[in-house]
């Protein structure tokens, strides 16, 4: 069944623009603002965070489904900005030009899909469709994973933004979605999504220290990345990323702090991505080095591609 399109549109984000309405279900305690504006004396994004005095309740999530629907949020509203990296303002561009259906892969709570109103959103997080449903109504969401996902008519257009595909959990995996996707594209359709370029000296510059990304109300998210490994020729490589949200009381003292399953996280090159593709079955249509259409060039840190089937 199509999705309805008859809830009222939001006015789309300029990039930049602060972000409002941060989903507060399934927050630890429910304690941020809906202003997602970092906090006055919040520590800087990447710097290190001191570990939390003893004494201080400490639970440990054994979901992994909470890494979604309670930290993805706060990492997002920490960084102030509905639209921290452009992404909305792109994937409203494409969306405009496109023949329907359209479908958000990864929809999660509807951060994107609240302004480019796709047909479908497919998430595996059922917490999150919940969220989705409220945020981004008219729309037939899917509870499944990339790889399995099975639509009802074959899409015009597919995305995935917010470097979805580096999170599916093993290079294995991301060339399964890659040919779930293909599966779901009628042909001539195409399907869109960005990814970080890895810089491996950055990357090994911040192994194994607790950094903090941002303050929300009384949240604290911090998180520590875990060198799973790198191939011989750097095409591509692994992380484990371990997240951590801590409570602050009245004093700016640490009060209770929360530890999630780790979520590894695949880098590939550009060159890499565009030999999974071709692997795939997906032609490239082309690869930008930015969602404001850079060139791809050695010193860029995003590649966004477009590709048909």
């Known amino acids: 069944m199509t999705a309805r399109h008859d809830a009222p549109r939001p006015d789309p984000p300029q990039p930049g623009a602060p972000q409002s309405g941060v989903p507060q279900s399934g927050a630890p305690q429910s304690g941020a603002p809906q202003s997602g504006a970092p906090q006055s004396g919040a520590p800087r994004p990447g710097a290190p965070r001191p570990g939390a005095p003893d004494g201080v309740r400490s639970h440990v999530r054994s979901d992994r489904d909470a890494v979604w629907h ?39 709570y509807g951060r994107v899909a609240r302004w480019t109103r796709p047909d479908y959103g497919v998430d595996e997080s059922v917490q999150m469709l919940r969220s989705c449903a409220d945020r981004a109504p008219g729309m037939t969401l899917v509870d499944a994973r990339l790889q399995d996902y099975a639509l009802a008519e074959p899409a015009a257009l597919s995305y995935a933004p917010q470097n979805l595909l580096s999170l599916l959990g093993s290079p294995d995996e991301v060339m399964d979605a890659l040919a779930g996707v293909r599966r779901n594209t ?60 801590e409570r602050l009381d009245p004093a700016g003292a640490v009060c209770a702090r929360i530890q999630y399953p780790p979520v590894p996280v695949d880098y590939f090159t550009p060159r890499r991505w565009g030999e999974m593709l071709a692997r795939a079955g997906w032609q490239v249509q082309e690869c930008w080095g930015g969602l404001c259409g850079e060139p791809l060039t050695a010193r860029s840190r995003q590649q966004v591609w477009l590709v048909h089937r």
């Open 186 to 245: 009628r042909p001539g359709g195409k399907f869109a999504f960005d990814v970080a370029v890895p810089d491996w000296s950055r990357i090994r510059s911040r192994l194994d220290r607790q950094l903090a990304h941002g303050q929300v109300g009384p949240l604290l998210l911090s998180y520590r990345a875990e060198l799973v490994g790198i191939d011989p020729g750097g095409q591509q490589g692994s992380l484990l990323m371990h997240h951590v949200v």
């Open 70 to 108: 309670e930290v993805l949020p706060l990492w997002n509203a920490a960084g102030g900005r509905a639209d921290e990296h452009g992404d909305v303002a792109f994937y409203l561009r494409l969306v405009a030009g496109a023949a329907r259906p359209v479908v958000e892969l990864g929809v999660g």
